[in-house]
T-cell receptor, first 114, second 119 residues
Framework: AQSVTQLGSHVSVSEGALVLLRCNYS??????LFWYVQYPNQGLQLLLK??????LVKGINGFEAEFKKSETSFHLTKPSAHMSDAAEYFC????????????FGQGTRLTINP | EAGVAQSPRYKIIEKRQSVAFWCNPI?????LYWYQQILGQGPKLLIQ????????DSQLPKDRFSAERLKGVDSTLKIQPAKLEDSAVYLC?????????????????FGEGSRLTVL
């Protein structure tokens, strides 16, 4: 069965600094990988999705993630943090495309310091 | 386009009481999901519907949880009787169907959730 581990339940960076949120996955087949963002008291919103078309995936709000099969990783990055990026971020894996049976990581809370 | 609607947003009950949550998915979305999100954890799938049929309910605690989607649109999730460990946010999500290609194909659209506190 697939699983996701997010390293660091809380990450704090300064405004303008690089954001790096780590995600490692386990899957018995080539996975579909996702990053979702959850702002306070809101539902989850899709940031980006890896579907095997390209290893570097660009998402919304300047975020991107790189799929590294050898490291079983799908880390999320953004070159320059903005105050509005403060939220909870979830990495998720699915072994099925359309069926979307997502398995989520435990989440990483991102705090931006002014 | 209206998003996924859920109600109530907040509910406080005592253990052994019952509670029901309602979800109205985005118009035209055939697939509907209920997730449970316990504080400090990622969402966990409880049940998946395709139209009015159940696709996957393997993680639904069927001794106390039930869900239905009678006309293939709205859905209700019920807990009876509630336990302390049921305290969580219950998220409803929808998507167009089981097969969705493309970069954001199959994207799940989530509602704001219903926060349950069991005392």
């Amino acid at each position: 069965a697939q699983s996701v581990t997010q390293l660091g339940s809380h990450v704090s960076v300064s405004e303008g600094a690089l954001v790096l949120l780590r995600c490692n996955y386990s899957s018995s087949v080539p996975p579909y990988l996702f990053w979702y963002v959850q702002y306070p008291n809101q539902g989850l919103q899709l940031l980006l999705k890896y579907t095997s078309a390209a290893t570097l995936v660009k998402g919304i709000n300047g975020f991107e993630a790189e799929f590294k099969k050898s490291e079983t990783s799908f880390h999320l990055t953004k070159p320059s943090a903005h105050m509005s990026d403060a939220a909870e971020y979830f990495c998720a894996v699915s072994e099925e495309d359309g069926a979307q049976k997502l398995v989520f990581g435990q989440g990483t809370r991102l705090t931006i310091n002014p | 386009e209206a998003g996924v609607a859920q109600s109530p947003r907040y509910k406080i009950i005592e253990k052994r009481q019952s509670v029901a949550f309602w979800c109205n998915p985005i118009s035209g979305h055939a697939t509907l999901y209920w997730y449970q999100q316990i504080l400090g954890q990622g969402p966990k799938l409880l049940i998946q519907f395709q139209n009015n049929g159940v696709v996957d309910d393997s993680q639904l605690p069927k001794d106390r949880f039930s869900a239905e989607r009678l006309k293939g649109v709205d859905s209700t999730l019920k807990i009876q009787p509630a336990k302390l460990e049921d305290s969580a946010v219950y998220l409803c999500a929808s998507t167009r169907g089981l097969t969705n290609g493309g970069p954001l194909g199959g994207e799940l659209f989530f509602g704001e959730g219903s926060r349950l506190t069991v005392l």
